[in-house]
Nanobody, 116 residues
């Protein structure tokens, strides 16, 4: 079955960096677009970044453009989110996501807290 396992979250000071990882299994990873979402305290879940299968350009939410970079390693079935210049408003649970047909698949999430 499809499994997505996030890691790499933690507590970081404003201006700092974190790299989130998502290990995928149970499907042909290279054939599917991958996404990172986040849900902050009292907020709705929002799309942060998306990366297509091959070629094409990643897409980013306006709030993270120029600070976050999504990438993937199809040989390792991994997707990453490099987060730089972190701000307190980036505090959220970050989720890895993929969609197959009508179904959305989610990981368990990893907490990112940006605070001094």
């Amino acid at each position: 079955q499809v499994q997505l396992v996030e890691s790499g979250g933690g507590l970081v000071q404003p201006g700092g960096s974190l790299r989130l990882s998502c290990a995928a299994s149970g499907f042909t990873f290279r054939a599917y677009a991958m996404r990172w979402y986040r849900q902050g305290p009292g907020k709705e879940r929002e799309l942060v970044a998306a990366i297509p299968t091959t070629g094409g350009s990643p897409n980013y939410a306006d709030s993270v453009k120029g600070r976050f970079t999504i990438s993937r390693d199809n040989a390792k079935n991994m997707v990453y989110l490099q987060m730089n210049s972190l701000k307190p408003e980036d505090t959220a649970v970050y989720y890895c996501n993929t969609a197959r047909g009508l179904f959305d698949y989610w990981g368990q999430g990893t907490q990112v807290t940006v605070s001094s």
